[in-house]
């Protein structure tokens, strides 16, 4: 886990993982959200909508971006304030999610980070990209 | 640049931040008369005017504001400083 100080953290520093989404994410995902939506668990019913495969909870996938702020950047210290999240492309089980993060605005007074985030398939599509922001704790 | 213009500046940004579409800002606006400027937003609303205006502003000089009107007299002389 990074431990970044706030005197540590500068524009453009950058923060990458790699994640397989297993069908044990979907299964505690569902069981968690209580979203039963067919869609995301029923792989004929997510074929008759065009889809290859049942299709993954997009805040399961979203849900890296919690990992890359409490984990990576800027890790331990860090606190959530917000997210906006934008679902590109589906994503399904078994794909290889890069998710990859960079700061592009400090702000010194309320030891705020904000990061443009994204996280992308083995093939290189864009699954979803957000805009995070995040306080830094002393 | 007037405190005025810099007041209409604000405005679309603290539309956008605060998620106020209609929202017409004055220069006596501040947390207690605008709809959903808690301490949370005030970051957003904070860093959205450094971004928009190139400028930065030190927590002494944010801790001192009481309304649009001082912080629109503060971005103005920031952008001729």
């Given at each position: 886990m990074k431990e970044y100080r706030w005197e540590e953290l500068t524009i453009g520093l950058q923060a990458r993982f790699e994640v397989t989404l297993a069908q044990s994410m979907m299964d505690s995902f569902l069981s968690l959200s209580?979203?039963?939506?067919?869609?995301?668990?029923d792989p004929d019913y997510a074929r008759a909508a065009g889809y290859s495969q049942a299709v993954a909870f997009g805040m399961l996938t979203s849900a890296f971006y919690s990992q890359m702020v409490?984990?990576?950047?800027?890790?331990?210290r860090a606190l959530l304030h917000g997210i906006d999240i934008d679902f590109r492309s589906p994503a399904f089980v078994g794909d290889v999610l890069t998710v990859s993060a960079e700061i592009v605005q400090l702000n010194d007074a309320y030891r705020r980070a904000n990061l443009k985030a994204r996280i992308v398939n083995q093939k290189g599509t864009l699954i979803s990209s957000a805009k995070i922001r995040a306080g830094v704790r002393e | 640049m007037s405190t005025e213009k810099i007041i209409g500046e604000l405005q679309p940004i603290f539309r956008d931040v605060l998620d106020l579409p209609t929202l017409q800002l004055?220069?006596?606006?501040?947390a207690s008369n605008v709809?959903?400027?808690?301490s949370l937003a005030h970051i957003n609303l904070v860093m959205a005017v450094e971004n928009h205006y190139k400028v930065k502003f030190a927590l002494g000089e944010l801790q001192e504001l009481k309304n649009v009107g001082e912080m629109a007299e503060l971005i103005t002389r920031k952008l001729k400083a």
């Amino acid at each position: 886990m990074k431990e970044y100080r706030w005197e540590e953290l500068t524009i453009g520093l950058q923060a990458r993982f790699e994640v397989t989404l297993a069908q044990s994410m979907m299964d505690s995902f569902l069981s968690l959200s209580g979203d039963i939506n067919p869609l995301h668990s029923d792989p004929d019913y997510a074929r008759a909508a065009g889809y290859s495969q049942a299709v993954a909870f997009g805040m399961l996938t979203s849900a890296f971006y919690s990992q890359m702020v409490g984990v990576h950047l800027p890790g331990r210290r860090a606190l959530l304030h917000g997210i906006d999240i934008d679902f590109r492309s589906p994503a399904f089980v078994g794909d290889v999610l890069t998710v990859s993060a960079e700061i592009v605005q400090l702000n010194d007074a309320y030891r705020r980070a904000n990061l443009k985030a994204r996280i992308v398939n083995q093939k290189g599509t864009l699954i979803s990209s957000a805009k995070i922001r995040a306080g830094v704790r002393e | 640049m007037s405190t005025e213009k810099i007041i209409g500046e604000l405005q679309p940004i603290f539309r956008d931040v605060l998620d106020l579409p209609t929202l017409q800002l004055r220069a006596d606006s501040n947390a207690s008369n605008v709809e959903g400027w808690d301490s949370l937003a005030h970051i957003n609303l904070v860093m959205a005017v450094e971004n928009h205006y190139k400028v930065k502003f030190a927590l002494g000089e944010l801790q001192e504001l009481k309304n649009v009107g001082e912080m629109a007299e503060l971005i103005t002389r920031k952008l001729k400083a």
